[in-house]
């Protein structure tokens, strides 16, 4: 029993440091990612954008994170995490400088957007590297402090109008790109691969097809698409939101979605470490169930500044709940070779569950003139998986996490 103790020591300090380095690769490429909505209403002014135009500028970047989670997470398995997140640190910077200096048409800015996905892509890397750093009963805990990394959009929608306004927007893209190139160095120079990780020499296509097999896979894309897609979708479009609305300020808007984003990152890791002790269906309903009711209070537009305050605050609280519930029942259903490819495909579920959202709020926006019927079907759908998760997971209450 000593000597094993003495084994695990090393390790476990290993894994801690390489949880905290992935967490602050996320962390940062998470504020890359998200570096258009807190400035989109500035665009939008600049530009004389309508609703509907400036839902789709803010939720372009939402579409290659999301998508690209799929091959990104199979590459994680070949390559290792070390690897891939320093490389998607380094090929975000190419975005955010262009962004910084040629985003000046709607057009220039979609395209620039849509390469700024990249850095979304980063999910899938860090949840199959942290994860095999840690015993299968202490997964729910790493990968909800990992996924505490998306905590970057409240940096970003917080700090970034700050930045714009102080240094300009061209200084304040040239400040994260520097930024990313430290950290991808970082992650080249200190972080290292779990000790028994073994790359994956399969074909990366069979591999995906492999993944899509399992019913697990379907299953958790589905709760992840309302539990991270409600995140991403609020993080990037509540300035907008409480700028039309709610008549707030760009800045004013910016510090108040960095609340409600720091509420979901506090609420991430308590879902993991909460599914460890009550099961991760469990933590999933009370999300679902929570979003729903938060849903159906934000349809009634409830006045600043508590009010609404609270409702937006409890409505990151139960999403952020999810999102980390719902990884912590990915490690206990799917085996572990398996985890990065299905991470990268679980992940491009919920960045797509975020793509879709602004655009509805935009069009139902233009055409209503408020937001109303967009948080009734928020209400629906997140109800509608609430009632699906208890009855398709039910026997996974009991699951032991498989090694």
Same mark, same amino acid.
Request: overall charge positive; some cysteine; charged content about 10%.
């Given at each position: 029993?000593?000597?094993?103790?003495?084994?695990?020591?090393?390790? $476990?300090?290993?894994?801690?440091?390489?949880?905290?380095?992935?967490?602050?690769?996320?962390?940062?490429?998470?504020?890359?990612?998200?570096?258009?909505?807190?400035?989109?209403? /500035?665009?939008?002014?600049?530009?004389?954008?309508?609703?509907?135009?400036?839902?789709?500028?803010?939720?372009?970047?939402?579409?290659?994170?999301?998508?690209?989670?799929?091959?990104?997470?199979?590459?994680?398995?070949?390559?290792?995490?070390?690897?891939?997140?320093?490389?998607?640190?380094?090929?975000?910077?190419?975005?955010?400088?262009?962004?910084?200096?040629?985003?000046?048409?709607?057009?220039?800015?979609?395209?620039?957007?849509?390469?700024?996905?990249?850095?979304?892509?980063?999910?899938?890397?860090?949840?199959?590297?942290?994860?095999?750093?840690?015993?299968?009963?202490?997964?729910?805990?790493?990968?909800?402090?990992?996924?505490?990394?998306?905590?970057? /959009?409240?940096?970003?929608?917080?700090?970034?109008?700050?930045?714009?306004?102080?240094?300009?927007?061209?200084?304040?893209?040239?400040?994260?790109?520097?930024?990313?190139?430290?950290?991808?160095?970082?992650?080249?120079?200190?972080?290292?691969?779990?000790?028994?990780?073994?790359?994956?020499?399969?074909?990366?296509?069979?591999?995906?097809?492999?993944?899509?097999?399992?019913?697990?896979?379907?299953?958790?894309?589905?709760?992840?698409?309302?539990?991270?897609?409600?995140?991403?979708?609020?993080?990037?479009?509540?300035?907008?939101?409480?700028?039309?609305?709610?008549?707030?300020?760009?800045?004013?808007?910016?510090?108040?979605?960095?609340?409600?984003?720091?509420?979901?990152?506090?609420?991430?890791?308590?879902?993991?470490?909460?599914?460890?002790?009550?099961?991760?269906?469990?933590?999933?309903?009370?999300?679902?169930?929570?979003?729903?009711?938060?849903?159906?209070?934000?349809?009634?537009?409830?006045?600043?500044?508590?009010?609404?305050?609270?409702?937006?605050?409890?409505?990151?609280?139960?999403?952020?709940?999810?999102?980390?519930?719902?990884?912590?029942?990915?490690?206990?259903?799917?085996?572990?070779?398996?985890?990065?490819?299905?991470?990268?495909?679980?992940?491009?579920?919920?960045?797509?569950? $975020?793509?879709?959202?602004?655009?509805?709020?935009?069009?139902?926006?233009?055409?209503?003139?408020?937001?109303? /019927?967009?948080?009734?079907?928020?209400?629906?759908?997140?109800?509608?998986?609430?009632?699906?998760?208890?009855?398709?997971?039910?026997?996974?209450?009991?699951?032991?996490?498989? /090694?």
């Amino acid at each position: 029993m000593n000597t094993e103790t003495a084994r695990s020591a090393p390790r $476990g300090r290993a894994a801690g440091v390489n949880l905290a380095l992935a967490t602050a690769a996320f962390t940062l490429l998470f504020w890359a990612w998200n570096l258009v909505g807190p400035l989109a209403p /500035t665009y939008s002014e600049r530009l004389g954008l309508t609703p509907t135009q400036t839902s789709v500028l803010i939720a372009f970047p939402v579409l290659v994170g999301s998508l690209g989670r799929i091959p990104v997470g199979a590459l994680t398995d070949r390559y290792g995490g070390r690897l891939m997140m320093a490389a998607i640190c380094f090929i975000s910077i190419v975005p955010v400088l262009l962004l910084g200096f040629f985003g000046d048409s709607f057009t220039a800015l979609l395209v620039l957007g849509f390469l700024l996905g990249v850095a979304g892509t980063s999910f899938a890397v860090g949840i199959p590297f942290v994860g095999a750093w840690h015993p299968p009963e202490r997964r729910g805990f790493a990968t909800g402090v990992f996924g505490a990394g998306m905590g970057g /959009t409240a940096l970003s929608a917080f700090l970034t109008p700050y930045f714009a306004e102080l240094f300009g927007i061209a200084a304040t893209h040239v400040l994260i790109a520097g930024a990313l190139a430290a950290m991808g160095l970082v992650m080249l120079l200190f972080a290292e691969n779990p000790p028994d990780w073994r790359p994956s020499t399969a074909p990366v296509l069979p591999r995906m097809r492999d993944a899509l097999g399992i019913k697990a896979t379907w299953q958790n894309m589905l709760l992840y698409a309302i539990a991270f897609g409600g995140f991403v979708a609020f993080s990037t479009y509540l300035p907008t939101l409480l700028h039309t609305a709610y008549d707030f300020a760009q800045t004013e808007a910016g510090l108040r979605t960095a609340g409600f984003s720091f509420t979901a990152i506090i609420a991430r890791p308590l879902g993991g470490v909460l599914s460890d002790r009550i099961g991760p269906v469990q933590v999933c309903r009370i999300s679902f169930f929570g979003t729903a009711a938060m849903a159906v209070a934000l349809a009634f537009q409830p006045p600043p500044e508590i009010p609404a305050g609270t409702v937006f605050v409890l409505m990151a609280f139960a999403l952020g709940l999810g999102t980390g519930g719902v990884f912590a029942l990915v490690a206990r259903l799917v085996e572990p070779t398996r985890v990065g490819t299905v991470t990268g495909m679980v992940g491009a579920a919920g960045g797509l569950g $975020g793509y879709f959202p602004p655009m509805v709020m935009g069009a139902v926006l233009e055409v209503t003139g408020a937001y109303t /019927t967009g948080f009734v079907l928020l209400a629906c759908s997140a109800l509608a998986v609430a009632l699906y998760t208890g009855r398709a997971f039910s026997g996974a209450r009991s699951t032991t996490p498989r /090694t």
